[in-house]
């Protein structure tokens, strides 16, 4: 990307990099980075938006609509109001590792996030070189019945930069997020991922003194093609509002059987001539995953 702060086409579509107050930083459809204003209206913007905007007086320049989005990542605020942070995504780069041992549940919980935003999923296990010593006969286990769903893996070591090619080639022309659970090395694959990046956005100031320091999402584009969109409240999002539909819809080994239970309103828990009990019966849906989704079930 180039910068051109001051000079610009007259109009054009563009896709937001990172907002921090009133301004965003956009890349045109040319790949240059502009600074504009957003218009009041638009206080919702996010990192991937893609947006219209055009050139004002005096070499500024200012977004002036929104175009539809594919999906939307929102976290509650400080004053717990939903705000959307990463937007139009295409890929959900779930981190784990083998130690410390996988939240098994919090990865379903994932999967059921990717799943309602209409996104992809790959698996990374971090900490490959820890599998032999750390990995237990049950999370191999659980591990597996993740490829039986159709989950993509990769075992990666981050800090070794074993593997990292492979997650490159995964993001290739798509849009992805990384997220995961504490101290399974998110931020090392995420370095890993970005060792180069060309955007400052500290150089975008008024003054250009000094760098912009920021917590907001950003996104970066990447040499090997894609795009990252990054920041720890990103990589630490969870799943918000989640309902029973939701939740039903985000175990990809129900789908062949929702419809069949005895009762429209099935909750799969209690009642009786239930499809889902019975394919976990005829060992169709692994009992570990059936087990997760009563637990997550209690929380609806």
């Known amino acids: 990307m180039t910068e051109n702060i001051f000079q610009a086409a007259s109009s054009g579509i563009g896709q937001v990099i990172i907002r921090f107050g009133a301004d965003v930083l956009i890349e045109t459809a040319d790949g240059e980075v502009l600074r504009c204003t957003a218009r009041r209206k638009l206080d919702n913007l996010a990192s991937g938006d893609r947006v219209q905007w055009e050139s004002q007086a005096q070499g500024n320049a200012a977004v002036t609509a929104l175009l539809p989005r594919q999906n939307v990542l929102e976290r509650p605020d400080f004053r717990g109001r939903l705000r959307p942070v990463a937007a139009n995504i295409d890929l959900l780069i779930v981190v784990t590792s083998w130690q410390p041992a996988p939240l098994w549940e919090m990865l379903d919980r994932y999967l059921i996030a990717a799943n309602r935003l209409r996104a992809d999923v790959l698996l ?25 769903i159709g989950c993509d893996v990769l075992h990666v070591a981050a800090d070794q930069n074993q593997g990292i090619a492979d997650i490159l080639t995964a993001i290739r022309g798509r849009t992805a997020i990384v997220v995961g659970q504490s101290g399974v090395g998110k931020s090392s694959i995420a370095t890993q991922l970005l060792p180069d990046t060309d955007i400052r956005v500290g150089s975008i100031s008024e003054t250009g003194e000094g760098r912009h320091t920021t917590t907001s999402a950003m996104l970066y584009r990447l040499p090997t093609g894609g795009a990252l969109i990054d920041s720890p409240g990103v990589r630490d999002f969870g799943l918000i509002g989640l309902d029973f539909a939701t939740l039903e819809t985000g175990f990809p080994e129900f789908r062949p059987f929702l419809g069949e239970c005895r009762f429209h309103n099935c909750s799969h828990n209690h009642e009786p001539n239930c499809a889902i009990k019975a394919a976990v019966s005829a060992g169709k849906i692994p009992p570990r995953r059936f087990a997760r989704y009563l637990s997550l079930l209690a929380t609806v």
């Open 124 to 148: 990374v296990m971090n900490k490959a070189d820890l599998r032999s010593t750390h990995a237990t006969a049950e999370a191999e286990a659980c591990l597996a019945e993740y490829v039986q």
